[in-house]
C-alpha cells in the first residue's frame, strides 16, 4: 500500500511564504512524475506545478516566477515552495504522485489528502 501526505499548509499574509511537503511512503519501488494540484471553493482543481524524476519542471502561468516546485528522490519527498503568495492562491493542495510499487513497477496514481492554503490579512 503507499501512502501520499502533505503538510505546511496554514494561513498567511499577502505577500508571504509557504512551504509544502508531501511525503511518499510504503511499497515503493520508483516515484515517476510528481504533481501539486490546487482546488479553491467552488472551482475544479487545476494543475499547479509538475516534476519530473529528473528534475525537470513545469508551471501554471499563474503561479510562474512565484512557486518552485522540488524534489528529493532519496526522501521520497517533494516541495512546493509558495512566495509572493495571493489571495487568489487560497485553496486546498493535493499531492500526485505515478508511483511505481513491486507489484506494478510501471506506476499508478495516487492522492495525498490535501492541505489548505488561505492568504488574507
Known amino acids: 500500500q503507499v501512502q501520499l501526505v502533505e503538510s505546511g499548509g496554514g494561513l498567511v499574509q499577502p505577500g508571504g511564504s509557504l512551504r509544502l511537503s508531501c511525503v511518499a511512503s510504503?511499497?515503493?519501488?520508483?516515484?515517476?512524475?510528481m504533481d501539486w494540484y490546487r482546488q479553491a471553493p467552488g472551482k475544479e482543481r487545476e494543475l499547479v506545478a509538475v516534476i519530473t524524476r529528473g528534475g525537470n519542471t513545469n508551471y501554471a502561468d499563474s503561479v510562474k516566477g512565484r512557486f518552485t516546485i522540488s524534489r528529493d528522490n532519496a526522501k521520497n519527498t517533494m516541495y512546493l515552495q509558495m512566495n509572493s503568495l495571493k489571495p487568489e492562491d487560497t485553496a486546498d493542495y493535493y499531492c500526485n504522485a505515478n508511483i511505481g510499487t513491486v507489484r506494478l513497477p510501471t506506476g499508478h496514481e495516487y492522492w495525498g489528502q490535501g492541505t489548505q492554503v488561505t492568504v488574507s490579512s
Open positions: 510504503g511499497s515503493i519501488f520508483r516515484i515517476y512524475d
